[in-house]
């Protein structure tokens, strides 16, 4: 049991280190974002086809059915709460969008006890809270106003990547990452009906590329394979780590200084998971001496 949730905690936050550059190529491409999601959807479903090509082989189709129609939730889910995060940005201040993304933990944790009755222990309840907290103080120097709209898809990202994780738990013997392939052609085949297909220049063909074909696939099967292993609320909880290591790498290649209050944020949130695995370390190696 403990081997398992260290195995899953350790998935999980190497899938969250894959995805911390986001927030910084975002930043240095110019291209417009219905393009940018074209390119990101259209990529990510090419590189989810080979990840998991070379994962399953000739199995791919039956571990595709194994999924079942939960796979099928997965994918949309994923579609939604990218889709969920972008118009979020396009329509309100982005830390209105923060504050509302770093929810889901709370999100996913009541899903999981309303729908399958999963309770998570005291401790874990205690890391959410301050991680949230942390994380939405943050995000507070940002708070602005925006239009409903912006603050409603912020809400329907939160959710559904908490519905998402969630599900994947309730079907641990199946692999839902190898279902975000269609997610991700969700996504591009909207775009595209918005005009996104259009050809990025080099540059900006550069950093999507390496973005969409490097960093995000790797992140997002590692973080939908994390469910399989430890509670949604905790995969979502560790995503709140990218908010951290994210603005930390944009501040070191951008130069754009966080504020005070993103810096005792970030503390919080980076020690309250550094406790964590501390924690669940120390009772792994405790259940072994007694085991």
């Known amino acids: 049991m403990h081997a398992t949730r260290i195995k899953g905690l350790t998935i999980a936050a190497v899938g969250v280190l894959f995805i911390t550059p986001d927030a910084l190529l975002v930043k240095i491409t110019s291209v417009d974002p219905v393009v940018?999601?074209?390119?990101r959807?259209?990529?990510l479903a090419l590189s989810f086809l080979v990840i998991n090509s070379c994962r399953y082989g000739a199995g791919l189709l039956d571990e595709m059915k194994r999924c079942g129609w939960k796979g099928w939730f997965c994918a949309l889910a994923f579609a939604v709460s990218t889709l969920g995060f972008v118009v979020g940005m396009k329509n309100t201040a982005a830390g209105n969008v923060l504050v509302i993304?770093?929810?889901?933990?709370?999100?996913a944790a009541l899903i999981a006890w309303v729908v399958w009755r999963e309770v998570l222990p005291l401790r874990t309840w205690v890391i959410i809270v301050v991680c949230v907290a942390g994380a939405t103080i943050m995000a507070w120097g940002e708070w602005g106003r925006g239009e409903p709209l912006g603050m409603i898809m912020a809400v329907t990202a939160a959710t559904a990547l908490a519905a998402n994780l969630n599900?994947?738990?309730?079907h641990p013997d199946a692999d839902m990452s190898v279902m975000l392939m269609f997610g991700a052609l969700v996504l591009a085949a909207i775009a595209a009906g918005?005009?996104?297909?259009?050809?990025?220049?080099?540059?900006?063909?550069?950093?999507?590329g390496l973005l969409c074909l490097v960093f995000l696939p790797v992140a997002a099967t590692l973080i939908q394979i994390g469910p399989r292993y430890i509670p949604a609320a905790e995969v979502s909880m560790m995503l709140l780590l990218e908010t951290v290591i994210g603005a930390f790498l944009v501040w070191l290649v951008l130069g754009e200084v966080p504020t005070t209050l993103s810096l005792i944020g970030g503390v919080i949130v980076f020690s309250a998971l550094l406790a964590h695995g501390?924690?669940?370390v120390s009772r792994f190696r405790k259940a072994r001496l007694n085991g």
């Open 278 to 280: 501390w924690i669940e």
């Open 167 to 170: 599900v994947a738990r309730s």
């Open 194 to 208: 918005f005009g996104g297909a259009q050809l990025p220049s080099a540059r900006d063909s550069f950093f999507i």
């Open 36 to 39: 940018f999601l074209f390119w």
């Open 41 to 43: 959807g259209l990529l």
């Open 101 to 107: 993304l770093n929810t889901a933990p709370v999100i």
